[in-house]
């Protein structure tokens, strides 16, 4: 079947630009993870959802990111007035439930200019 | 908080070496431990998984015990392939049976040459 989904593979934007990636998880996955890979690290995690609603948002950096779900499907991750500081891999995976494994998609890379 | 130590790498064998890669933890509690590999153009997938204390997790050949002990889940392979040329990543989350976050090691790149 299907894996995790990510588009773009790669967005090249200016420094104050917005920019939205996405996510589309496998089908029935109700929870749904957003990571961040910077170059040389690990993934680091911003922010989890079951069905529709953002159960753990804690890793979110600031107030410039910004992600939902609205159908418990895909989800959409929103960044505001880019930095050069914010370019790094976009990770998302999903899972059947939150004690189950999780399934990476291959990732959106930012780049802000 | 919880946090997960690895090796640096890069990592370089020539084929049919023993691999191990150490990684070591600190949590509180009773944490769920990952390996995850990222080979060349690819996405980060599960390789295998320890989630109580003494428990091997393995997978193509990949070993990894759980040691309460020492709060260490090192992975190890017996006679590594060009094939396993890749990024591994140590991780664990802090709960197995409600909602905990991932959090993942720097990864240890490791290259096998011929």
């Known amino acids: 079947g299907a894996g995790v989904s990510q588009t773009p593979s790669n967005k090249v934007t200016e420094k104050g630009k917005y920019v939205e990636l996405r996510c589309d998880p496998i089908?029935?996955?109700?929870?749904l993870y957003w990571y961040r890979q910077s170059l040389g690290q690990g993934p680091e995690f911003l922010i989890y959802?079951?069905?529709?609603?953002?159960?753990?948002d804690s890793g979110l950096p600031n107030d410039r990111f910004f992600a939902v779900r609205p159908e418990g499907s895909v989800s959409t991750l929103k960044i505001q007035r880019t930095e050069r500081g914010d370019s790094a891999v976009y990770l998302c995976?999903?899972?059947?439930?939150?004690?189950?494994?999780?399934?990476f998609g291959p990732g959106t890379r930012l780049t802000v200019l | 908080g919880n946090s997960v130590t690895q090796m640096e790498g890069p990592v370089t064998l020539s084929e049919e070496a023993f691999l191990t890669i150490n990684c070591t933890y600190t949590?509180?509690?009773?944490?769920?431990l990952f390996w995850y590999v990222q080979y060349p153009g690819e996405g980060l997938q599960l390789l295998l998984k320890?989630?109580?204390?003494?428990d091997k997790g393995s997978n193509k050949g990949f070993e990894a015990t759980y040691r309460k002990e020492t709060t260490s889940f090192h992975l190890e392979k017996g006679s590594v392939q060009v094939s396993d040329s890749a990024v591994y990543f140590c991780?664990?989350?802090?709960?197995?049976?409600?909602?905990?976050?991932?959090?993942f090691g720097p990864g240890t790149s490791l290259s096998v040459i011929p």
């Open positions: 995976a999903s899972s059947l439930t939150y004690t189950d494994t999780q399934y």
């Open positions: 089908s029935g996955h109700t929870a």
């Open positions: 959802f079951q069905g529709t609603g953002a159960a753990d």
């Open positions: 949590a509180t509690g009773y944490p769920s």
């Open positions: 320890a989630t109580k204390a003494d």
């Open positions: 991780a664990l989350s802090g709960s197995k049976t409600s909602y905990d976050k991932v959090i």
